[in-house]
Every structure is written in structure tokens, then in C-alpha cells.
């Protein structure tokens, strides 16, 4: 059974960047995709940016495109959310989700098996 766990959340000021980890176990990294996905407070969970096992990667939503990438070290099972130049609205509890086969959309969170417990990233003004 996979298993994810994320780290890297915190709080940080508008303009600021982190950077969040999905340890992974349980699953190798062959023929697998991984999904960031983020839910603000009254809002529905919505995808940020996936990562295949290959390396191929992009973002969900035009909000984050040019802040955020999705990146991975296949030798720690480990894959990573870099933000950048965060902004108020990026406030959210962050997962990760993981998938094992491949039907169903990229960044449709009903494609993912596997979810994180999640880490919470709030940015202030």
C-alpha cells in the first residue's frame, strides 16, 4: 500500500518562496504519477501541478504557472513542490496524491488512490 507523506509547509510573507516534500513508500517509482493538489478554507480541493515517473511535469491552474514546478529525486522517492513568489491566495492545506495507473485527468483529484495527510502553507500580506 503507498504511502505519502508530505513536509515544507509553513508561513512566509508575500513574495516569499517554499519548497514542500512527498515521501513516498510503499510504491516505487516506476510507471507512477504524482499529484499536488491544494484546498483553501471554503473551497473546493483543486489540482496545483503533476510529475509522471518519467520526469514530465506541469502546472493545473493558470494562478500558479510561473511560480510553481513539480520536481522529484527518483533515488529518495521523494517529490517536491517548489513555490515561488507566493501570494495570499496560495493559502491552502497542500497534499500530495499518488496514482499508479492512468486513466482518468492529470489533475483531477478522482484520479489519485493515495493521498497525503496534507501541510499547511499560509502566506501573509
Known amino acids: 500500500q503507498a504511502q505519502l507523506l508530505e513536509s515544507g509547509g509553513g508561513s512566509v510573507q508575500a513574495g516569499g518562496s517554499l519548497s514542500l516534500s512527498c515521501a513516498l513508500s510503499?510504491?516505487?517509482?516506476?510507471?507512477?504519477?504524482l499529484g499536488w493538489f491544494r484546498q483553501a478554507p471554503g473551497k473546493e480541493r483543486e489540482g496545483v501541478a503533476w510529475?509522471?515517473?518519467?520526469?514530465?511535469?506541469?502546472t493545473c491552474t493558470d494562478s500558479v504557472k510561473g511560480r510553481f514546478t513539480a520536481s522529484q529525486d527518483t533515488a529518495k522517492n521523494t517529490a517536491y513542490l517548489q513555490m515561488s513568489n507566493l501570494k495570499p491566495e496560495d493559502t491552502a492545506m497542500y497534499y500530495c496524491?499518488?496514482?499508479?495507473?492512468?486513466?482518468?485527468?492529470?489533475?483531477?483529484?478522482?484520479?489519485?488512490?493515495?493521498w497525503g495527510q496534507g501541510t499547511q502553507v499560509t502566506v501573509s500580506s
Open positions: 496524491a499518488a496514482s499508479l495507473d492512468w486513466s482518468g485527468g492529470f489533475c483531477s483529484e478522482n484520479s489519485y488512490a493515495y
Open positions: 510503499g510504491v516505487t517509482y516506476s510507471s507512477r504519477r
Open positions: 510529475i509522471t515517473s518519467s520526469g514530465v511535469e506541469t
